[in-house]
């Protein structure tokens, strides 16, 4: 079936410091990706989508500066935390668009990032 | 107002009971998809199960079913003969439209504990 990684699983920053997280599609190409976000015991809620090509679209209430995402090939999306704080602690979430022939699995998430800013 | 409510933050079920997670939704769309997926204690996201809004027949896949009931707005997954491995969290999700490029909106999640 279709995978969907991510790099790196965890990662510790200092405040200030910017973070890139990657998300691959490893078996397939993938034109749409989505990238969540979790904090601890709550759901998932997105907040952008990412279009191979061009910009992403963001969710309201999104910084756009402060999350910037690119999705320059058809199996690659990163989502930077810039100038992360303490309050961007969460676990992220990415998901590739896909056709996997079974009805309604039309998501393949990532394994997930946690990232801890201190 | 909230697109999908699940208003059981916890649930207890022995093994090998059936369990019910209850998920109400909220859309003015005709066309809509409903989702079930499962996350472990390890953050993957598992998909489960899947309801179109056109689909006459409550789903199914193994020990998982969908008590869909369109009028009432609920998609209510049930588990069958539950299983240790089955102790996780479930989110109910939909998709306005048709396609898989639409965006999915989760509910707040149920933490399923499955006992001996």
């Known amino acids: 079936g279709a995978v969907v990684s991510q790099h790196p699983s965890w990662v510790i920053c200092k405040s200030g410091t910017s973070v890139k997280i990657e998300c691959r599609s490893l078996d397939f190409q993938a034109t749409t990706m989505f990238w969540y976000r979790q904090f601890p015991k709550q759901s998932l809620m997105l907040m952008a989508t990412?279009?191979?090509?061009?910009?992403?679209?963001?969710e309201q209430g999104v910084e756009k500066d402060k999350f910037l995402i690119n999705h320059a090939s058809l199996t690659l999306s990163t989502l930077t935390v810039t100038s992360a704080h303490p309050e961007d602690s969460s676990f992220y979430i990415c998901?590739?668009?896909?056709?996997?022939?079974?009805?309604?699995?039309?998501?393949?998430f990532g394994p997930g990032t946690r990232l801890t800013v201190l | 107002a909230q697109k999908i409510t699940q208003t059981q933050p916890g649930m207890f079920v022995q093994e090998k009971e059936a369990v019910t997670l209850d998920c109400t939704y909220d859309t003015s769309d005709q066309s809509y998809g409903l989702f079930w997926y499962k996350q472990p204690s390890s953050g993957e996201m598992i998909f489960l199960i899947y309801?179109?809004?056109?689909?006459?027949q409550n789903a199914t896949e193994g020990r998982y079913s969908l008590n869909f009931q369109k009028a009432r707005k609920s998609a209510n997954l049930v588990i069958s003969a539950s299983q240790l491995g089955d102790s996780a969290m479930y989110f109910c999700a939909m998709r306005e439209g048709t396609g898989g490029g639409n965006k999915l909106t989760f509910g707040t999640g149920t933490q399923l504990k499955v006992e001996l």
């Open positions: 309801q179109g809004s056109y689909d006459e």
């Open positions: 990412s279009n191979e090509g061009s910009k992403a679209t963001y």
């Open positions: 998901s590739a668009r896909v056709n996997s022939g079974r009805e309604g699995d039309e998501q393949f």
